[in-house]
Nanobody
Framework: QLQVVESGGGLVQPGGSLRLSCAASGGFPLDHYAIGWFRQAPGKEREGVSCISKSGASTTYVDSVKGRFTISRDNAKNTAYLQMNSLKPDDTAVYYC???????????????????????WGQGTQVTVSS
């Protein structure tokens, strides 16, 4: 069973940067999974932030983070990342990493921007943007 663990959250001032990591262990190698980053602020629904296909060839971003966040992955290290720059108070949330098992050919450029279909979720890491 794949397990994913997020790290890298914290308190940062507006305009600052953080890099979140999603380390995977167990299950199949990470290159069998699409990866998604999601966030949930208090009183709000969980929101898809970004996703990356298992090969890394395709990525998507929610409009509110385009140009500021970058998703990437290093399959050799079984780790995915979310680089967050120019952070705003509205980015404050618990950030979750999730993995979607997509074995076989034909899924190299697929990732789902929404939470449905992601079978493996981490516990989340808090990101707080405040002065």
């Amino acid at each position: 069973q794949l397990q994913v663990v997020e790290s890298g959250g914290g308190l940062v001032q507006p305009g600052g940067s953080l890099r979140l990591s999603c380390a995977a262990s167990g299950g199949f190698p990470l290159d069998h999974y699409a990866i998604g980053w999601f966030r949930q602020a208090p009183g709000k629904e969980r929101e898809g932030v970004s996703c990356i296909s298992k090969s890394g060839a395709s990525t998507t971003y929610v409009d509110s983070v385009k140009g500021r966040f970058t998703i990437s992955r290093d399959n050799a290290k079984n780790t995915a990342y979310l680089q967050m720059n120019s952070l705003k108070p509205d980015d404050t949330a618990v950030y979750y990493c999730a993995a979607d098992f997509r074995p076989g050919a034909g899924w190299d450029t697929f990732c789902s921007p929404g939470p449905a279909g992601y079978e493996h979720w981490g516990q989340g890491t808090q990101v707080t943007v405040s002065s």
